[in-house]
T-cell receptor, first 109, second 114 residues
């Protein structure tokens, strides 16, 4: 069965402590992988799109990478304002976006 | 770019009542999506439109749910005979270009069933 799994479910970091979030997928015919940030009570905010293995995208303290089986969201020197839930979504044959359950990130000052 | 707008932001209703939500997409976005999200879960796809045509519906979408997008602009999602299990955040998203382009989300309508 096609699946998207995010790990860890929750992550607590000290300010400045870099780490990575993982999104692994088993869907066939991947046509795009998307990272979103979601704050409580808000809709997901688009961060990155990755279309092919080996692709990388960067934005401020965030860097997303993609392999044939997984994607990583690297957070360098995080700040408290980076605290949020990070969602990945895959788009594959069937014209549907399938979201993972997210990683809840807390950055402690 | 005013973003995706959803109305109302919150809706409280009694079980068995009908409710309707509205979504105004980013102007010129031809694709519009509806999702449902419950606490601790990612958004679940419900249905999507390309212009005014409803092209896909999830197996999760029961007969009590109906969506429209007249004239290819705003969209409405109606839930008839609401049940406790319908309590969730209903999110709308829009995109332009191909189907693999990123979707941009509104802040949702939170539905609570008493």
């Amino acid at each position: 069965e096609d699946q998207v799994t995010q790990s860890p479910e929750a992550l607590r970091l000290q300010e400045g402590e870099s780490s990575s979030l993982n999104c692994s997928y088993t869907v066939s015919g991947l046509r795009g992988l998307f990272w979103y940030r979601q704050d409580p009570g808000k809709g997901p905010e688009f961060l990155f799109t990755l279309y092919s293995a080996g692709e990388e995208k960067e934005k401020e303290r965030l860097k997303a990478t993609l392999t044939k089986k997984e994607s990583f969201l690297h957070i360098t020197a995080p700040k408290p304002e980076d605290s949020a839930t990070y969602l990945c979504a895959v788009f594959y044959t069937g014209n549907q976006f399938y979201f993972g359950t997210g990683t809840s990130l807390t950055v402690i000052p | 770019d005013t973003g995706v707008s959803q109305d109302p932001r919150h809706k409280i209703t009694k079980r068995g009542q009908n409710v309707t939500f509205r979504c105004d997409p980013i102007s010129e976005h031809n694709r519009l999506y509806w999702y449902r999200q419950t606490l601790g879960q990612g958004p679940e796809f419900l249905t999507y439109f390309q212009n005014e045509a409803q092209l896909e519906k999830s197996r999760l979408l029961s007969d009590r749910f109906s969506a429209e997008r007249p004239k290819g602009s705003f969209s409405t999602l109606e839930i008839q005979r609401t049940e406790q299990g319908d309590s969730a955040m209903y999110l709308c998203a829009s995109s332009s270009g191909g189907t693999n382009q990123p979707q941009h989300f509104g802040d949702g309508t939170r539905l609570s069933i008493l």
